[in-house]
């Protein structure tokens, strides 16, 4: 699980590292294709289609430094988004735990036509959005004091229409500190500068809501701030 976060954050292409791009196919307009072209690619997939690019337009990736390999990623729109990340993540954990892929497990209850329906034995992950996780079919909510490595921590309804939803997934606890991983691009972020990213939450009252804690990461925390709805979660399988 560690290796699959790390090469998010660290992708294995050319001679430098940058991080995984944030990409969104609701943005982009996006709605079928290769999982890869929206938003919802593993490492393999992004490094291999980024080669693919690279052959067919005659770039040597290896001579790229990393501001320009992550020009060409942004451009190329390779990338992940949020809850792309979670399940890549959280599918290698399951893994590692002996519990088969995340696939086995998730359940898509917001999923009403029946050809969707059937799409998602073929196509789970570009099916599972962060609703999904979010949904009492397959997460529970819990308290800040029970919190541990793998759960969840999911913003409804956040954005200027409260119609964004994004997640984060806690990576390590460590004393009184949540650490979480995610993919966003925030204003601040320009047009390059975003993706895959860490950051802290510090637990100062764990009879409080997480949203009175110290949060390391602002522009999370006004997202949040400004969302319908935050809680911590476990998927039922965990």
């Known amino acids: 699980t560690q290796k699959v976060i790390h090469d998010y954050l660290h992708l294995p292409i050319g001679s430098a590292f940058v991080n995984c791009p944030y990409y969104n196919n609701r943005r982009a307009g996006m709605r079928a294709g290769l999982r890869v072209m929206i938003c919802k690619g593993s490492v393999d997939d992004i490094v291999e289609e980024a080669m693919l690019i690279a052959l067919r337009e005659k770039i040597d990736l ?20 949020c809850s792309g990340l979670a399940y890549h993540i959280l599918d290698a954990e399951l893994k590692s735990r ?33 609703r999904t996780f979010a949904h009492e079919q397959n997460s529970v909510e819990i308290k800040l004091s029970d919190v541990k490595p793998g759960d969840l921590i999911v913003i409804l309804g956040a954005g200027e229409k409260q119609d964004r939803n994004h997640i984060l997934i806690v990576h390590e606890i460590s004393e009184d500190t949540i650490k979480y991983t995610h993919s966003m691009q925030w204003p601040s972020d320009g047009q390059y500068n975003h993706g895959a990213r860490q950051s802290e939450i510090e637990i100062t009252d764990k009879n409080k809501n997480i949203l009175e804690q110290i949060w390391f990461e602002p522009e999370a925390l006004n997202y949040a701030r400004g969302a319908r709805e935050v809680k911590v979660c476990r998927l039922k399988v965990m």
């Open 62 to 81: 290896k001579k790229l430094d990393a501001i320009g390999l992550k020009k060409f990623l942004v451009d190329s729109h390779l990338g992940i988004d």
């Open 98 to 130: 002996g519990l088969g892929g995340l696939c086995k497990h998730l359940k898509f209850p917001l999923i009403k036509n029946p050809f969707r329906k059937l799409l998602t034995l073929f196509r789970p992950v570009e099916s599972a959005g962060v």
